[in-house]
């Protein structure tokens, strides 16, 4: 506001300046409304319209050729009581969550800190672990399959050869999630690339007066570069636990490709979750409620349990990182 | 002056009148491109078959110069529900997932077609009653039959002359005797050629819902209430202790392992074709198949052998086929029921694509018609679908949920994690019934 203004301001009555500040503030809002716009606007096509509809035919059977018939909470009734795949499908993802997520961290961490003590060959052994992260969902899963083939597969045959009797690997309900986990292992060139980021901007005099303390290697580990990196962690682990939650290429296409069995068309046959449930996840029963058996009021129902669950386990998450995570500086 | 105003007076109407002709002319011309329609026909087949198909469809199409058919294929049921929804149907379809008549027809997204049956006075006996049913859901018709399929067993002539075998199987225990005799295993009990694949899930015979041996065992899915009957109908756990008894003969792990190898179903590596199995249970398509991919395959075909109790259902066999009609939101609907009319009736289209593809004619007519290849290995199939017992897979507003309920308890029974067979079929009795319910139609 130049001077002059300021003096015109000053001269006007109390009401009036009062009205002046009001509209002063309204075309502020409106212009903070303005720039905002875009992103407004594309949530709430795309998140807020969707989360909606979805709320409401969750509460109706929807059967995506004809108009949805308002059932209460039917869906809901069916989900928790009478859907047997629905708790394979929670037990499995759950599975994942717990034993595979943990396990890419553990892995992604482990490479970037062999990494960052490499004296040699550093950008080749970068890209040769980063690689996998590159390779297609669907190309990665295929191979998998051929190399975990428990017939001819030559993970198998090389077993053999040591005297070995390989596992059933895609085959067996006992061995799908495992051999699922390791593929998902395999592809963890993303997050190591952000771990041996944050491992190699470890300040160094931490570890050199650790060292004049008398820290061994394991305890510089624990004591230094774990809380350093804390919040790197907890990135991984929230990352991980989302994608875990939308798991479903993978187990699409391995249990397609790994029960054999398809129709010319491609649909007659339901092979999802093959073998015996064992790859039943949460999203792929929420695809074979809403586009196999064309019960999209249901499907729904379990997108909105899904969202609830996400929602509650990255909150929890989050709440119980204040103990662990170390934010650098004062921001938190 | 005047012969020059003459000749002038000549020249503009001269002029006039070839100027007239060629508006005319073009005129003409434009209309009749103008009134090209275009007809976009969505088909399951691929490859080979598709190709005789649009064979057909080019018969068509030359008796019709108005039209211009685009035949498309590799189409499966979840692109033709979102092509309906979304408002951009084409202007026919087909599938060739009959059990999803209760969903097309259900719920109105393949159009009525009894107006257009009535009007141009379709005479619906030329079908035989199986088709009739799994083309309608409860009493509305929204599709016609377009080929069948029938399922039969084919035998490994040369596998057999080495066993000792004389001719293929007619009750399950003469397939079980054979199997064991045919099965050849390495040194380490491994199997290298399989009698008989009993695995709930192995290639297209042994559907997990066990619909292919319903009519074998004369077993029935529902009783006279609509109520799921699998834990009453003592049929049902004949057939499961049967194929349980030769899966733990076999051994569940050398199976398992056996069919990882086996090649793909509809490839020229198909375990039946490069003779690593001796016996399979597998649609009439299979003679075409064999044909392009393996001609010199010394094999044989038959009914499927059937329960030792009910030897006078021999002969008979499951039975299904390809779904054709009209979706909701197509945009030519005349010119479109033409085509289905023809493609559905005719006995010479039915005759042609019957030679090409090697499915069973749908018509009584087109059974007869001279124009159809003589196949004795083929004719068989046409025999099981003509068989009285023959039967098809109940249809229900479900679809394929309730398959998939029962084929989720068949695969856990078949790898020993079902303890008590009849608490399990009660069980599934129960889902089957839920997931119908669920879907508000129930079974008719």
Same mark, same amino acid.
């Given at each position: 506001m ?10 006007? *009555? ?34 807020? $319209?969707? &989360? ?9 059977h ?13 869906? %809901?009734?069916? &989900? ?8 394979? /499908?929670?037990?499995?993802t ?14 992604a ?8 003590r ?12 980063y ?20 017939a ?9 050869h ?62 230094v ?8 962690? &907890?990135?991984?682990?929230? &990352? ?10 993978q ?8 029960? /054999? ?11 999802l ?12 029963? !929420? ?46 | ?12 109407? !001269? ?51 108005? !039209? ?13 529900t979102?092509a ?22 259900g ?7 009894? *107006? ?6 379709v005479d619906?006996?030329?079908f035989?009653?199986?088709?009739? $049913? ?15 399929d ?25 397939l ?26 192995f ?5 997990a819902?066990?619909?292919?041996y319903?009519? !074998?065992?004369?077993?029935? %899915? ?23 008894n030769?899966?733990?003969? $076999?051994?569940?792990s ?7 190898g ?11 074709e ?21 001609p010199?395959?010394?094999y044989?075909?038959?009914?499927? *052998? ?79 679908f003509?068989? *009285? ?26 790898a ?20 119908n ?8």
């Amino acid at each position: 506001m130049s001077q002059g203004a300021v003096a015109q301001a000053a001269r006007l *009555p109390a009401t009036a300046r009062r009205r002046a500040r009001r509209r002063a503030a309204w075309r502020r809002r409106g212009l903070v409304l303005l720039l905002m716009s875009p992103w407004l606007a594309g949530f709430s096509i795309f998140f807020g $319209y969707p &989360l909606v509809m979805s709320a409401y035919l969750s509460l109706t059977h929807y059967d995506l050729l004809s108009a949805p018939q308002w059932r209460g909470f039917a869906n %809901y009734h069916y &989900l928790f009581h009478d859907d047997p795949q629905f708790w394979p /499908g929670v037990r499995n993802t759950l599975w994942f969550i717990g034993i595979a997520v943990p396990l890419q961290v553990a892995f992604a961490f482990g490479i970037a800190l062999m990494l960052a003590r490499a004296k040699r060959g550093l950008g080749f052994f970068r890209t040769v672990f980063y690689l996998p992260a590159l390779a297609p969902p669907v190309a990665a899963t295929l191979g998998f399959v051929y190399l975990l083939n428990p017939a001819n597969g030559p993970v198998n045959i090389i077993l053999g050869h040591l005297g070995i009797d390989g596992p059933l690997w895609f085959q067996s309900p006992g061995w799908a999630k495992p051999s699922l986990a390791l593929l998902q292992i395999w592809g963890v060139g993303n997050a190591m690339v952000i771990f041996l980021a944050a491992v190699l901007d470890v300040p160094q005099h931490l570890y050199e007066s650790a060292e004049l303390d008398g820290a061994g290697p394991l305890r510089r580990l624990r004591w230094v570069t774990l809380p350093t990196i804390s919040p790197v962690i &907890l990135f991984s682990i929230v &990352l991980g636990v989302i994608q875990g939650l939308q798991y479903f290429t993978q187990a699409y296409v391995a249990a397609n490709i790994a029960a /054999g069995q398809a129709s010319q068309a491609g649909d007659t046959i339901n092979n999802l979750g093959y073998p015996q449930d064992s790859t039943l996840f949460y999203p792929v029963l !929420l695809y074979q409620a809403a586009f196999v058996n064309n019960f999209m009021g249901y499907a729904c129902a379990l997108a909105m349990v899904l969202l609830v669950v996400a929602f509650a386990v990255t909150s929890i998450i989050l709440w119980n990182s204040r103990r662990w995570v170390h934010y650098t500086g004062s921001a938190r | 002056m005047r012969r020059v105003t003459g000749s002038l007076l000549a020249a503009l109407v !001269l002029g006039a009148v070839l100027a007239a002709a060629i508006t005319m002319g073009s005129a003409h011309a434009g209309a009749r491109s103008a009134k090209k329609t275009t007809l976009t026909v969505w088909v399951g087949w691929s490859a080979r078959e598709l190709r005789v198909f649009k064979s057909v469809v080019a018969d068509y199409a030359k008796q019709h110069r108005d !039209l211009n058919i685009k035949v498309v294929g590799s189409i499966n049921d979840t692109k033709i529900t979102n092509a309906i929804r979304s408002g951009n149907a084409p202007d026919v379809v087909s599938s060739f997932t009959s059990g999803m008549v209760g969903v097309f027809c259900g719920k109105g997204a393949w159009i009525d077609l009894k *107006p257009f049956l009535s009007k141009d006075h379709v005479d619906l006996s030329q079908f035989p009653k199986t088709s009739l $049913y799994y083309t309608q859901f409860k009493g509305k018709r929204c599709a016609l039959p377009l080929l069948a399929d029938s399922y039969g067993l084919y035998y490994n002539k040369t596998l057999f002359k080495k066993a000792g075998i004389s001719r293929p199987p007619r009750t399950f225990s003469e397939l079980t005797a054979d199997a064991k005799k045919l099965t050849q295993r390495d040194s380490s009990g491994k199997i290298k050629v399989i009698g008989y694949d009993p695995y709930w899930g192995f290639y297209s015979g042994n559907f997990a819902d066990m619909t292919n041996y319903a009519p !074998l065992f004369g077993a029935q %899915y529902y009783d006279g209430k609509g109520k799921a009957a699998l834990a009453s109908r003592f049929a049902w756990s004949k057939l499961l202790r049967w194929q349980k008894n030769l899966m733990d003969w $076999y051994g569940y792990s050398n199976v398992v392992r056996f069919n990882a190898g086996a090649g793909d179903e509809f490839s020229a590596s198909n375990a039946f074709e490069v003779g690593k199995v001796a016996m399979m249970m597998d649609g009439e398509w299979r003679v075409a198949f064999i044909k392009a991919e393996h001609p010199n395959l010394n094999y044989g075909t038959a009914p499927m *052998p059937v329960d030792d109790a009910h030897k006078n259902l021999y002969g008979a066999g499951s039975v299904n086929g390809t779904i054709i009609g009209l979706p909701k939101g197509g945009h030519n609907v005349d010119q479109a029921w033409e085509l289905v009319r023809w493609l559905t009736t005719n006995d010479h289209a039915l005759a042609k694509f019957s030679n090409g593809i090697r499915n069973v004619p749908s018509t009584r007519s087109s059974g007869r018609s001279k124009e159809l290849k003589p196949d004795p290995r083929f004719a068989t199939f046409v025999r099981i679908f003509n068989n *009285p017992h023959s039967a098809t897979a109940p249809i229900t507003a479900a679809g394929a949920a309730p398959g998939t309920l029962i084929g989720r308890f068949t695969v856990k029974w078949q790898a020993g994690k079902v303890k008590n067979l009849h608490k399990g079929l009660v069980t599934v009795d129960k889902q089957v019934d839920k997931v119908n319910a669920q879907a508000g139609g129930g079974v008719p």
